[in-house]
């Protein structure tokens, strides 16, 4: 078997990140937060219909990984998805348009909270069947190697999709050609409503690749700058030539699986306790006042700002038409 340890790894504490670089990372998780926030309140208002499955607790993994990428990058994900349009750079008005199903979202209503895309972002979706992502991603990649582009595909998926069998399928494609591909398991501890201690035999996901002989780390997920640092690495790694990575992020998420998930299967105290010592946002804010790099006044002027952009993009969401019934031939096969 090849050997599956990356002949370099990120620093095992992360170096404290300038103060613009901090300061926008901060930034993006919030917006994600309120975003989702905002979501959740539209979607008990009727607003919102279908499935909704909200990103709370997760905003470092994107916003590390999304800080690192290039103008020929790609991404592609679940359907815990919003997070990832807004890190990739969407419009919050489109994205909260098209969760509303409206001709002015990403996917002109069609698509709804699963399936938005954005070519100009790089975003190839939002996907609703479980792990099917991660055969396209590998696709990209394989793109990316045919082409001689310099782009990596960063491919994320979740602990449940893990455990589907088009995900080692890809492994074994993606390093026997050695793809430009970064897989990134978030692993939030719950596949739906089922704990990881409970549905998984290998609770490392990071080394599911060994077998392949794909490296892979794992990190903490609640902490911004430690997935920028391995992000770095990751996409250096895959753009030299390497091949493909997996990363496993230790994450959590706040609310249930969906809007429609009680989430009964774990306890109140187990989630206020990640919230109080592990919450991305809120541990964050404290660093960049600790290092000087903002004070408590601009994270609160962070917020106001954040929040106006959240109201104007549901607002924009509300005051939007519903697509033409014509539009349900539209786009059929592109």
């Not at 997070?83 to 990739?88: E, F, Q, V």
Request: with cysteine; proline share 5%.
């Amino acid at each position: 078997m090849a050997d599956a340890t990356p002949t370099t790894a990120p620093p095992p504490t992360p170096p404290a990140l300038d103060a613009d670089t901090a300061a926008r990372l901060y930034r993006d998780m919030l917006l994600i937060r309120r975003f989702e926030e905002k979501a959740g309140q539209l979607y008990g208002m009727g607003l919102i219909g279908g499935f909704c499955h909200l990103y709370i607790g997760q905003e470092a993994v994107v916003v590390g990984m999304q800080a690192c990428v290039g103008e020929s990058d790609q991404i592609i994900t679940a359907y815990r998805d919003h997070g990832h349009m807004l890190a990739a750079g969407m419009d919050p008005k489109g994205v909260m348009a098209e969760l509303a199903g409206r001709i002015t979202g990403y996917s002109k209503g069609k698509g709804g909270s699963m399936h938005m895309f954005s070519t100009e972002k790089r975003f190839y979706g939002g996907h609703g069947i479980v792990g099917a992502q991660v055969p396209l991603g590998t696709g990209l990649a394989f793109a990316n190697r045919y082409r001689k582009s310099t782009g990596v595909c960063l491919t994320y998926f979740g602990d449940g999709a893990a455990n589907q069998g088009q995900v080692y399928e890809s492994f074994n494609m993606a390093e026997l050609w050695k793809l430009p591909i970064v897989y990134i398991v978030e692993n939030n501890q719950y596949a739906m409503g089922t704990s990881v201690n409970r549905a998984s035999a290998d609770k490392h996901f990071y080394n599911r690749g060994a077998s392949f002989g794909i490296p892979g780390e794992q990190v903490d997920g609640m902490d911004v700058e430690a997935v920028h640092a391995a992000a770095k690495h990751a996409i250096t790694w895959c753009r030299e030539g390497n091949g493909p990575i997996i990363l496993e992020m230790q994450t959590y998420r706040y609310r249930g699986h969906s809007m429609s998930d009680p989430a009964k299967y774990r306890s109140r105290e187990e989630v206020n306790e990640v919230r109080e010592k592990r919450d991305p946002i809120e541990h964050f804010g404290q660093k960049l006042i600790q290092r000087g790099q903002l004070d408590a006044d601009g994270l609160k002027a962070v917020d106001r700002q954040i929040r106006l952009i959240v109201n104007t993009a549901a607002e924009f969401a509300a005051e939007s038409p519903e697509p033409d019934p014509d539009e349900l031939y539209t786009d059929v096969y592109a």
